[in-house]
Every structure is written in C-alpha cells, then in structure tokens.
C-alpha cells in the first residue's frame, strides 16, 4: 500500500513534530560565504513545512514562495510568516510528486531540505534564473545506521548521487557525512 504522505505530514505537523524554526546550520553558512553580498531577490523553498528556512531568508529580505504537501505544516508556515519585518513568504499547498514545473528561470535561490523526489531534479535546475544559487540538503544510504529519520531507499541518496544529478550547475560545495546522521549537501550556482 503507498504511503499518503500528506495524511502523514499533516499528522506530524498537527502533533507538533517538525515545529522548530531554527534554519538548518547549512542555510546560513552558504548564505554568508556566497549569497549575502547579493541584493535579495526570489527564493523557492521547495517541501518548506513550516517555514523555518523560508522565514529565516525573508528575514533578510527576499521574497520566498514555499510549497508543502501538508495543509497544516503550510497553515503554519502562514501563521509564522506574520512576524516578519522583511521580505515576504507566499505558502502553498502543493503534491510535489505530480509536479513537473516549478518555473522557467524565475528563481535566485532554490532550496531543499530533507526531501528527496529525483523526478524534480530537472525543474530545480529550471526554476533557477542564471546566475541562480541552489542550496540542497537531505539523506542519504547511511542514514540507516542512525535511528531516526527514512530507511527506505527511494528517500536515500547514494554516494555521490547528489553531486551527480545537478553536475551541470557550478559546484561551490558538497559534502556527505554520516556523523550524527547521514546526509549529502550542494551548494551550486547555475
């Protein structure tokens, strides 16, 4: 039977799992090195939840459209949008796994956080306008060494597999760990 990740989202939301807006140590130390000399543009939070990434850049002034399966995370993202003296977060309800579109050059900043839909690869790479920065961070295989977090492969990356997949773009960053849990991240400019 397949999973209805948006039952599954709206339940973890609801419950309070997945609340923090504390922006993942990643967001700001690309940020700083590369992205903070530009003037703030438009930003593409793609699975955003509640909106700890988004907020964290509307803060700094950039208009930030955050797209999220679960009505709930996306209604929370709304309400902690509200405290915002900067920049602007439009959050909307959207199953990323029907979309093939996210937009044609329309995008400074993409950025992903711990999902992974192989099928979007493409259209991240599109969304970007030239010049555009993407920012990705998720699991990969040895996150099943570490409780906690997916088991299943469809949502783990294999070695190198993310450095593999946007090898078109400039590669400024990319690192895979497995302390603590096991993750890949990219930072890259198109």
Not at 14 to 27: C, I, R, T
Not at 81 to 109: F, M
């Amino acid at each position: 039977m397949e999973r209805d990740e948006k039952t599954l989202w709206n339940a973890k939301y609801a419950e309070g799992s997945h609340a923090s807006l504390e922006s993942d140590p990643l967001l700001p130390k690309a940020y700083q090195e590369w992205i903070a000399s530009s003037e703030p543009g438009t930003a593409l939070d793609v699975a955003g939840g509640v909106g700890r990434h988004a907020i964290w850049l509307a803060d700094r002034g950039w208009n930030v459209r955050l797209l999220d399966i679960s009505e709930v995370g996306v209604s929370l993202a709304r309400k902690n949008a509200t405290k915002l003296s900067h920049g602007a977060v439009e959050a909307e309800v959207s199953d990323l796994t029907r979309a093939t579109d996210l937009g044609q050059q329309q995008y400074d900043l993409v950025m992903v956080f711990f999902y992974l839909q192989r099928e979007l690869f493409p259209a991240l790479i599109s969304a970007l306008k030239p010049g555009g920065y993407l920012i990705y961070k998720t699991y990969t295989e040895d996150q099943k060494k570490f409780s906690g977090g997916p088991s299943h492969p469809m949502y783990l990356l294999q070695p190198n597999e993310l450095l593999r997949a946007f090898q078109s773009l400039r590669v400024l960053h990319y690192h895979e760990t497995s302390k603590d849990k096991g993750t890949a991240e990219l930072v890259a400019r198109k």
